[in-house]
């Protein structure tokens, strides 16, 4: 399948196509709770003493979660086991069905990314692009690139100061440059992830047509 590319970093696309052989979903209830507030006061007067106030029931919180795993068996015999965490996908025994999951060098997670059914003329995307983009680390606002802007930043602050003998201008100057750096670093995110997001779904009408 067709890669992705983005400054230097190659992201590779893989598939398996076969039927579908079983299809079991299960759920795992996940139940949290926070602490009840309150307060206590109280007095003492010879001796007696007097205590009133009140505590709150901490509070539960559940959530249901539902997991999908599947078999795939392809035309050569390979059975593929498929875990899903959180998502519930419509499918049968029977139908054919595409996975495509990808990879980077380096990294050793290779996440779920489209599930194409052609039985059903439907396909799905386990992780959308801008969650794949920070699974894989392909841009991402880093420290690295923030201690670099600081250093940058204090220079300017300094230079400026020295310059015009106004901290205010300095700093403003400094401020000025901070929201500049950040900004551009976010347009080049929407960029990559509108362009991850085509990919994803170029690849998914690719299956329809070639598998």
């Known amino acids: ?51 009133s106030g009140h505590i709150s029931a901490p509070n539960i919180h559940s959530e249901v979660i539902t997991n999908h795993e599947f078999w795939i068996k392809t035309e050569d015999g390979l059975e593929k086991d498929v875990k899903l965490y959180n998502r519930d ?32 003329n439907k396909h799905w995307f386990i992780i959308k692009a801008g969650r794949l983009n920070q699974l894989l680390e392909i841009e991402l606002i880093t420290g690295k690139p923030l201690l670099i802007g600081g250093a940058i930043t204090v220079a300017i602050a300094w230079g400026i100061t020295y310059l015009t003998d106004s901290w205010a201008l300095g700093l403003g100057a400094a401020g000025i440059f901070i929201v500049y750096k950040f900004v551009t670093k976010a347009k080049k995110i929407i960029s990559l992830v509108n362009r991850l997001e085509q990919h994803l779904e170029n690849l998914a009408q690719f299956a329809y047509k070639n598998y």
């Open 1 to 51: 399948m067709e890669n992705f590319s983005h400054r230097g970093k190659d992201v590779e696309f893989w598939h398996i196509t076969g039927e579908v052989i079983g299809s079991d979903k299960y759920k795992e209830t996940h139940v949290s709770s926070s602490c009840g507030g309150g307060n206590i006061s109280g007095s003492i007067t010879g001796g007696y003493g007097s205590v």
């Open 89 to 120: 996908i419509p499918l049968r025994v029977g139908q054919k069905v595409t996975l495509i999951w990808a990879t980077r060098k380096g990294r050793s997670n290779s996440p779920y990314t489209i599930l194409v059914n052609h039985s059903a």
